[in-house]
């Protein structure tokens, strides 16, 4: 049996066990053994990291050759427009190329969503909205990149889920160990 951890990441945590000078590390929340991020979350990015014992499911999870789908929401600087939205759909040109086409679409903000520590900058007279977007690869800092290319850049960025798995009702902090067949 394999260890799958579904674990809420909390925004300004890194994605590594060892300590660092600057964020909270892995190891303040989590102290089972021999367990290994499958993928990444910037600091600065909230929600689903998936850990494992299992070399070989690490690598399923992780390796963008596998297309694994990962569903985010993000909070965006002004109200999202259809236009927008349709481009994300399309794909988008980024600096290290375009884009595959993304599911996209406007929502409402999650319901049960966490307060963020620091919160999210508030301006009386700019509006913000919240678009749910699902890729499929993972290029460095994507998500953001992509809104901040269609004119709309992120302030809140959430991971929801990860092929079959999603944060559920995890909290910041909280986690839930899977046991899988191997």
């Not at 000078?21 to 929340?29: G, I």
């Not at 021999?34 to 689903?48: F, K, N, T, V």
């Not at 460095?140 to 850049?153: C, H, I, L, S, Y």
Request: hydrophobic fraction near 35%; charged fraction near 30%.
């Amino acid at each position: 049996m394999s260890k799958l951890i579904l674990f809420n990441k909390p925004f300004g945590v890194i994605c590594q066990f060892s300590p660092h000078e600057k964020h909270q590390s892995l190891a303040e929340y989590i102290s089972i053994k021999d367990i290994y991020p499958a993928g990444r979350l910037d600091h600065d990015s909230e929600g689903l990291l998936l850990l494992t014992d299992d070399g070989k499911l690490q690598h399923k999870i992780s390796d963008p050759k596998n297309k694994m789908e990962k569903t985010y929401w993000a909070q965006v600087d002004k109200e999202i427009t259809d236009e927008a939205i349709d481009k994300l759909k399309k794909g988008v040109l980024l600096k290290d190329g375009k884009t595959k086409p993304a599911q996209a679409r406007i929502i409402a903000e999650p319901e049960n969503l966490w307060p963020r520590d620091p919160p999210v900058r508030f301006r009386k007279h700019i509006p913000t909205s919240w678009l749910e977007l699902s890729i499929s690869e993972g290029k460095n800092r994507q998500v953001r990149r992509m809104t901040a290319a269609v004119g709309f850049p992120t302030l809140r960025l959430i991971r929801y889920q990860i092929g079959e798995w999603t944060i559920g009702g995890l909290q910041p902090g909280e986690m839930d160990v899977l046991s899988l067949k191997s």
